[in-house]
């Protein structure tokens, strides 16, 4: 049970790291890629940047909540 527990781990970890780093490039280029190059619709693509948008929507609210706050925008 101890080595599910840690391959999930790894596997959160992951996702951490490969949202962090592709969400904007998603969010952006899926749309360019579908509308303007007529790349053919994909669900995973779809879901991926749906989960794109709300981390990005999510950031876009903490730092007007830290602004807010009167704390630096940036850490």
């Known amino acids: 049970m101890k ?3 840690r391959e999930l781990r790894h596997l ?12 904007w490039p ?5 749309p ?4 303007y190059l007529d790349f053919e619709d994909n669900l ?3 879901i991926l940047w749906a ?5 990005a929507l999510k950031d876009i609210a903490l730092m ?3 602004f807010k706050k ?3 925008l940036w850490r």
């Open 44 to 46: 995973y693509m779809d």
């Open 32 to 35: 360019l890629l579908y509308f």
């Open 70 to 72: 009167g704390e630096r």
């Open 3 to 5: 080595a599910v527990f």
């Open 12 to 23: 959160y970890g992951a996702l951490i790291l490969f949202f962090y780093y592709m969400k």
């Open 51 to 55: 989960i794109s948008l709300v981390l």
């Open 26 to 30: 998603i969010l952006i280029g899926w």
């Open 64 to 66: 007007f909540v830290r």
